[in-house]
Nanobody, 123 residues
Framework: VQLQASGGGLVQAGGSLRLSCVAS????????MGWFRQAPGKEREFVAA????????YYTDSVKGRFTISRAKAQSTMRLQMNNLKPEDTAVYYC?????????????????WGRGTLVTVSS
């Protein structure tokens, strides 16, 4: 399985971006997926996760109400809509897929990782 994240860029505080993650190869359409991010000088952290059917979602507290995770199984695509972006959201964002039916916040649960896309939010 290969994951490719895209959609990052430079945006002013208060702006929006939409990240996409496309799965190819032996796709895991029945597995949970998630977004993680790594800010400069910090460890990678959980952002959001979604179950195999898109019915259950999870968010870290700092993005609740601003970010929305979704997936389109037919297209093996997962998205992260990010609104009201803040400078502290600046990071490389990674998409990942696990072998469970649901998404989790635990990085070790994920076995497939994309290369990441850079999001920069200016103040």
């Amino acid at each position: 399985v290969q994951l490719q994240a895209s959609g990052g860029g430079l945006v002013q505080a208060g702006g929006s971006l939409r990240l996409s993650c496309v799965a190819s190869g032996r796709t895991q359409s029945n597995n949970g997926m998630g977004w993680f991010r790594q800010a400069p000088g910090k460890e990678r952290e959980f952002v959001a996760a979604i179950s195999w059917d898109g019915g259950t979602t999870y968010y870290t507290d700092s993005v609740k109400g601003r970010f929305t995770i979704s997936r389109a199984k037919a297209q093996s695509t997962m998205r992260l809509q990010m609104n009201n972006l803040k400078p502290e959201d600046t990071a490389v964002y990674y998409c990942a897929a696990n072998r469970r039916a649901w998404g989790t916040s635990v990085q070790s649960d994920y076995v497939y990782w994309g290369r990441g896309t850079l999001v920069t939010v200016s103040s």
